[in-house]
């Protein structure tokens, strides 16, 4: 099974996330998560921390990240996972492979016109924000 991951990127203030406004497909021109495919030799950890690096720049002395869900896609034989935290503190960020930009949490994550996922990322903001104490 292929796994891929997102990482949900939240402001030290907590009033953004982190996205990244897709240069090819899927979902070109689109905003989306961050993320990407993990390698076959690593954890899923590692390759939560090693995409986000990867994309941002941001390290694990910048953020800790939580596991918190896992999207099952039997019929393409793929699991996604989800990975979430809150930088300590305010940071630049950057990345030459998509443009990045905070976008605020007020926004409808569930226009699937403006972003990538079929209202995927709005269930997990959603679902993040119902929770957050668990594990923020």
């Known amino acids: ?5 997102v990482i949900v990127v939240f402001s030290h203030d907590e009033q953004k996330v982190l996205m990244c406004l897709r240069r090819k497909n899927p979902f070109q021109g689109m905003y989306n ?6 390698k076959e030799n690593e954890t899923s950890e590692q390759a939560a921390y090693r995409e986000l690096y990867e994309e941002t720049h941001i390290s694990s002395k910048d953020i800790s990240l939580a596991h918190t869900h896992d999207l099952n896609y039997y019929l393409e034989d793929m699991i996604l996972e989800v990975w979430a935290g809150q930088l300590k503190e305010d940071i630049d960020v950057y ?4 443009e990045l930009k905070w976008i605020s949490l007020q926004e ?9 996922g079929y209202g995927n990322i709005g269930h997990i903001l959603y679902s993040l924000d119902l929770h957050k104490e668990g594990w923020f």
């Open 108 to 116: 409808n994550f569930f226009d699937v016109q403006r972003f990538a």
């Open 95 to 98: 990345g030459e492979e998509n």
């Open 33 to 38: 998560l961050v993320g990407g495919k993990r």
């Open 1 to 5: 099974m292929k796994k891929y991951n």
